[in-house]
């Protein structure tokens, strides 16, 4: 893409928002589903997800204002849409958050699209025992690479909370991949 700022007019300009819309979602599908995987776990959720997200940010391209960068808009939405399918789903299965986040991750070495190792899926379980707002902060950081101030932009929270998540993720995690 070239200037973000020309991209988000083609988006919003009735003429050109299909053509523009489609290169948006060649540009941001792969990050956006492997993003929304490790919220979901599971892939037929993840695809799911990504159509729910693309959806939302179609029908609401309109109301974009640019306040944050368009990626980071992006990811919110995809961020809020894995939430609520896990809360759907663990509401529909009358089981909490952690159970179905747990469920996930057992089927996960099942799971003919996941390609880890066993050492992949004892990670993927340790940031499973993360509360959700670590386990995003984590993945963001750790999997993504993104800085904390594009991490706050997502998920509308300061930095320092952020920066503080992360080395409490960090040592649960190390203490449950050392425990034995």
């Known amino acids: 893409m070239v200037n973000e700022t020309e991209f988000i007019k083609r988006l919003q300009n009735p003429t050109s928002k299909e053509t523009a819309f489609r290169e948006l979602m060649q540009f941001y599908k792969e990050r956006l589903y492997w993003h929304i995987r490790k919220i979901v776990i599971s892939h037929d959720d993840a695809d799911d997800v990504l159509q729910n997200t693309f959806i939302k940010v179609f ?6 204002k640019g306040e944050s960068k368009l990626y980071s808009w992006l990811y919110r939405i995809a961020t809020n849409e894995s939430i609520t399918l896990i809360n759907k789903n663990a509401k529909r299965l009358q089981i909490s958050n952690e159970e179905h986040q747990n469920t996930a991750i057992n089927n996960l070495a099942a799971d003919v699209y996941f390609e880890g190792d066993e050492i992949q899926l004892k990670l993927q379980k340790a940031i499973a025992t993360l509360p959700q ?13 993104l800085k904390y101030k594009e991490i706050a932009d997502i998920l509308e ?9 992360y080395h409490i993720a960090v040592k649960k995690i190390e203490s449950f991949l050392t425990s034995d």
Do not use: H, P
């Open 157 to 165: 929270t300061s930095e320092g909370a952020l920066k503080a998540s």
């Open 59 to 64: 029908r609401s391209i309109d109301k974009f």
């Open 133 to 145: 707002k670590q386990q995003l902060v984590f993945n963001m950081k750790y999997f993504d690479d």
